[in-house]
C-alpha cells in the first residue's frame, strides 16, 4: 500500500507571497491532520479534515487554512507569508473512524520563505 | 493545558549500551499514547501506542512502558540504525486526531 505522499517537498517564497500545499493520505483513509514542525515549537497541530469537513483546529492565525476534496486529498494554503512560516509541513492520514487512531505521516515539505 | 515533556532533550550512546527515553505527560483524561521515531529530513514513522497504565509493547530492540504519569520507551542493546529523534504524543483536547507531541530525544548510537 502506497505511503502518505506531498507535494512539493521543497519550496521557496518570499514574505507576502502565499503559498498551496498537496497532500495525498493512504488508499481508504478519510482524515487528514496537518501539522507544523520547527526547531523551536517543534510539531504542532494546524487542522483536520474528515470527509471534506474540518473537525479540529489548532491555534494558529487565519492566514493558514486547508481543504479537503472527495478523494480525500487534502491542500493547505498560507497567505501573506512570514518568515515564521519557515518549516516542515507535515500531513498525516488515518481512517477517521476512531478516537485513537494511529496517524501516518508523510515526508513533509519544508517551506523556506526569504 | 494538555502538556508533553521529554527528556532527555538528547542522549548520546555506545553500540550495545542500554537506556531509557522518558515522556511525562499532563493532560485531562489519557486516552492513550503514541510512539513515532523520526529521521532527518523526513516524516515521523510510527513506533506504538499505548492505550492504559501497566501496558507495555515491544517492536526489536525497543519497548515502550506507560504508566498514569508518563511513558518510557527502553532501547536494549542500541545500535547505529537507532540513531533518530524519538518523539511521543498524546491526543489533545477536543478529540479527532489532534496529536499533543513533545520536543523529541535525539538519540545518536556510536559503534
Known amino acids: 500500500k502506497a505511503g502518505v505522499t506531498q507535494t512539493p517537498r521543497y519550496l521557496i517564497k518570499t514574505r507576502g507571497q502565499q503559498v498551496t500545499l498537496s497532500c495525498s493520505p493512504i488508499s481508504g483513509h478519510r482524515s487528514v491532520s496537518w501539522y507544523q514542525q520547527t526547531p523551536g515549537q517543534g510539531l504542532q497541530f494546524l487542522f483536520e479534515?474528515?470527509?471534506?469537513?474540518?473537525?479540529n483546529k489548532g491555534n494558529f492565525p487565519g492566514r493558514f487554512s486547508g481543504r479537503q476534496f472527495s478523494n480525500s486529498r487534502s491542500e493547505m494554503n498560507v497567505s501573506t507569508l512570514e518568515l515564521g512560516d519557515s518549516a516542515l509541513y507535515l500531513c498525516?492520514?488515518?481512517?477517521?473512524?476512531?478516537?485513537?487512531?494511529?496517524?501516518?505521516f508523510g515526508p513533509g515539505t519544508r517551506l523556506l520563505v526569504l | 493545558e494538555d502538556q508533553v515533556t521529554q527528556s532527555p532533550e538528547a542522549l548520546r550512546l555506545q553500540e550495545g549500551e542500554s537506556s531509557s527515553l522518558n515522556c511525562s505527560y499532563t493532560?485531562?483524561?489519557?486516552?492513550?499514547l503514541f510512539w513515532y521515531r523520526q529521521d532527518p529530513g523526513k516524516g515521523p514513522e510510527f513506533l506504538f501506542t499505548l492505550y492504559s497504565a501497566g501496558e507495555e509493547k515491544e517492536k526489536e530492540r525497543l519497548k515502550a512502558t506507560l504508566t498514569k504519569k508518563e511513558s518510557f520507551l527502553h532501547i536494549t542493546a542500541p545500535k547505529p540504525e537507532d540513531s533518530a529523534t524519538y518523539l511521543c504524543a498524546v491526543p489533545g483536547a477536543g478529540g479527532y486526531n489532534k496529536l499533543i507531541f513533545g520536543a523529541g530525544t535525539r538519540l545518536a548510537v556510536h559503534p
Open positions: 498525516a492520514s488515518s481512517s477517521g473512524q476512531g478516537a485513537l487512531e494511529t496517524q501516518y
Open positions: 493532560v485531562s483524561g489519557l486516552r492513550g
Open positions: 479534515y474528515f470527509s471534506e469537513t474540518q473537525r
